[in-house]
């Protein structure tokens, strides 16, 4: 499957614990994009990387929340002492020009 | 800020009929894209508008671009049950590298 993938598609945590999620883009493209998406909403804009240089981000992301993409392929995003209202499905996508491909999001759950 | 707005946020269509849902923007927009989602799935992309006046048709979905770009449609004719699912609009700010996605519209299709 040479499309975007996201590891894992689920994940349950405590509230307090660090997490951290992984996005492998389409392998040619040089964009990718965070967001987050909650139940009734569309997906809400978190983050942007052109290759590895993250050049945009939502005031939605607190400083809890760090991403990084090191070589300009796979990226991550961490969220450290995770709060209940972490809780949501996390939406990666990657793209060369406007059309932007979507991964299978990983769903997390704060307990 | 960048707001967009869809209505109606659901629907109900009977198998067979058309059905329009509705996209608005506070601001004009350098274009509007669309995206699907289905139930637990992820957003796929369907179409970008760029032009003033825009129509663009794929099957028996017809989209269009308001001639303020501030608006966009989406028209689905003789409605099938794979039409069910959430269909975003989603508008470029702060420059291109975000897209604001609106709240959706939720179609359920009645056999």
């Known amino acids: 499957d040479t499309g975007v993938s996201q590891d894992p598609r689920h994940k349950i945590t405590k509230r307090g614990q660090n997490v951290t999620f992984r996005c492998d883009p389409i392998?040619?493209?040089?964009?990718l994009y965070w967001y987050r998406q909650t139940l009734g909403q569309g997906p809400e804009f978190l983050t942007y990387?052109?290759?590895?240089?993250?050049?945009?981000k939502s005031r939605l992301l607190s400083d809890r929340f760090s991403a990084e993409r090191p070589k300009g392929s796979f990226s991550t995003l961490e969220i450290q002492r995770t709060e209940q209202g972490d809780s949501a499905m996390y939406l990666c996508?990657?793209?060369?020009?406007?059309?932007?491909?979507f991964g299978p999001g990983t769903r997390l759950t704060v307990l | 800020g960048q707001q967009v707005m869809q209505i109606p946020q659901y629907q109900h269509v009977q198998e067979g009929e058309d059905f329009t849902t509705y996209c608005n923007s506070s601001?004009?927009?350098?274009?509007i894209q669309w995206y699907k989602q289905r139930p637990g799935g992820h957003p796929v992309f369907l179409i970008q508008?760029?032009?003033?006046?825009e129509v663009k048709k794929q099957k028996r979905l017809t989209f269009q671009f308001g001639e303020a770009k501030k608006n966009s449609s989406l028209h689905i004719t003789a409605t099938q049950t794979t039409d069910v699912g959430t269909y975003f609009c989603?508008?470029?700010?702060?420059?291109?590298?975000?897209?604001?996605f609106g709240k959706g519209n939720q179609v359920v299709v009645i056999p």
């Open positions: 996508a990657s793209s060369l020009w406007g059309e932007q491909f």
């Open positions: 392998s040619e493209h040089n964009r």
């Open positions: 990387f052109q290759n590895e240089a993250q050049l945009e």
């Open positions: 601001t004009t927009l350098s274009n």
């Open positions: 508008l760029v032009k003033s006046g």
């Open positions: 989603a508008g470029p700010y702060y420059g291109n590298n975000r897209l604001a």
